[in-house]
């Protein structure tokens, strides 16, 4: 469950040791986050976004996950599943475009580059 995956992230992150730190942090009892872990109740979205964001989590991916957790159809869950790794993909893409592009305009080999694809031209 994902619940258990941000609960615990969020513990970590503000070096928690038990559930009913986060509970004070959520303004919720200590048995909601128990029913919560258990699968008897679900994480709000804000919730999720307030944990998301205090333990370092993309809240996208948060709120992705907290809504899988909601469904009982194997199939949709499925579906929720595959647009959350979509959009992971898409990070990395995002990422490695741009680590791409500040390592050219930091090397002086793009110098290079520009009058090798000049005389490759003519």
Not at 36 to 60: C, H, T, W
Not at 65 to 94: C, E, F, T
Request: aromatic share 10%.
């Amino acid at each position: 469950m994902y619940a258990n995956y941000l609960l615990d992230s969020y513990k970590k992150a503000q070096n928690y040791v038990q559930d009913k730190q986060i509970a004070a942090d959520l303004k919720v009892t200590q048995s909601r986050i128990c029913e919560m872990r258990q699968g008897k109740r679900y994480i709000s979205d804000k919730e999720a976004v307030f944990l998301a964001e205090n333990a370092n989590i993309d809240p996208k991916e948060a709120l992705l996950g907290v809504h899988a957790d909601r469904q009982d159809n194997p199939k949709i869950k499925q579906m929720w599943a595959d647009i959350a790794k979509k959009l992971k993909g898409q990070n990395y893409q995002l990422y490695s475009i741009g680590l791409t592009a500040f390592a050219f305009s930091i090397f002086p080999i793009n110098d290079v580059l520009h009058e090798c694809a000049l005389c490759t031209l003519c």
